[in-house]
């Protein structure tokens, strides 16, 4: 080995009480490799303390700790966000407001989306927690990670972003008079969600890796909206049945805007669906052609059983013309007209 030869002369100054600094320092001077020395000291240390010196952790652990805390953290985000979104969108169903513009979206497609990002991602963020935790417990060194520092540091300042934005808007909307019940509801929301992920997180990186309490809320906090969410948007039996009426509409239309073509206007359906099979005349689940009855040169009537009402919540610039109830129920169309699509 290449400092065998320092090995002697740093016994005997160690037997005198030489430091390692002194020694460091006059063998670096004399051209002794850095390198050389401290591993020279090295061995004496392990000689006397009997202890070999631990290995520093591999970089294979360092990157198996950032995929797993990146992943952790992604699906915090992900969870966490579609939580809020679900309590947001419940809130504005069972709390309307004719003043606020509704959103252009579909309530039902919105909400199974925020269930399915939930259902997903807080069973994968909590065995992944569960994992870190207890390897967090086995081995306290991995505490100081800086991995975990920082992600954990990252995570902290979107939480508290989230914060202070909150009370942003509820100041003012506060000074503009605009406060309702359903805002308020909102508000707490996001200090629900985002004050206690910013309170677990300082928990996280004081090195208590206790978790227990965080996990049990997000659990309860989530099966409480999931539920509801079911409950307003309605079981898979009941969404499959409200799919069936978007294409009960969509053979409709495709109906109606093919009909304009046609010269004179057809005596039954069945007589059309012949000359045109490529449009669907009858019930996706029943099978039986749709009702159709001709009333002038130029107007008719469609009709079909849906099995759920529209949505209410109609964008303005939606088409309003095929909004129908629960059941039968029948639309007047005019061949001179375009058909609303």
């Not at 997903?120 to 306290?140: D, K, Q």
């Not at 629960?326 to 061949?335: H, I, L, N, V, Y």
Request: aromatic letters at 12%.
């Amino acid at each position: 080995m290449p400092h065998a030869d320092l090995q002697p002369f740093i016994d005997a100054a160690k037997e005198r009480g030489a430091t390692d600094e002194f020694l460091a320092s006059a063998l670096t001077s004399r051209g002794w490799p850095v390198r050389d020395v401290y591993a020279a000291l090295t061995d004496w240390w392990e000689r006397t303390t009997g202890l070999a010196l631990p290995e520093r952790r591999s970089s294979a652990e360092n990157s198996r700790d950032a995929f797993l805390y990146l992943l952790a953290f992604s699906m915090l985000a992900t969870w966490a966000g579609a939580l809020g979104s679900l309590w947001f969108r419940l809130i504005e169903h069972w709390l309307p407001d004719a003043v606020v513009t509704p959103y252009f979206y579909s309530f039902r497609e919105n909400v199974t989306w925020q269930m399915s990002s939930i259902l997903v991602a807080l069973p994968i963020y909590l065995f992944v927690m569960r994992m870190l935790v207890r390897e967090s417990a086995a081995n306290p060194e991995r505490i100081d990670s800086g991995v975990r520092k920082w992600l954990t540091y990252i995570a902290l300042l979107l939480a508290a972003t989230g914060v202070v934005r909150d009370l942003v808007y509820f100041v003012d909307y506060l000074l503009k008079g605009e406060i309702t019940l359903r805002f308020v509801l909102k508000c707490v929301v996001v200090l629900a969600i985002c004050g206690g992920i910013f309170w677990y997180c300082l928990d996280f990186l004081r090195g208590r890796v206790r978790s227990g309490w965080f996990a049990a809320a997000a659990l309860a906090v989530a099966c409480a909206a999931v539920a509801c969410g079911v409950l307003v948007a309605g079981t898979p039996a009941v969404q499959r049945r409200i799919q069936a009426d978007d294409v009960r509409i969509q053979n409709l239309r495709a109906i109606a805007n093919s009909l304009r073509a046609v010269p004179p206007l057809p005596q039954s359906l069945s007589d059309y669906a012949a000359t045109h099979p490529g449009i669907r005349t009858t019930d996706p689940e029943t099978g039986k052609p749709y009702e159709y009855s001709r009333k002038s040169e130029t107007q008719y009537e469609l009709c079909a059983i849906f099995a759920a009402a529209s949505e209410e919540s109609n964008p303005p610039h939606a088409d309003v013309f095929w909004v129908h109830p629960q059941g039968r129920a029948c639309f007047t169309c005019d061949k001179s007209r375009p058909v609303a699509w």
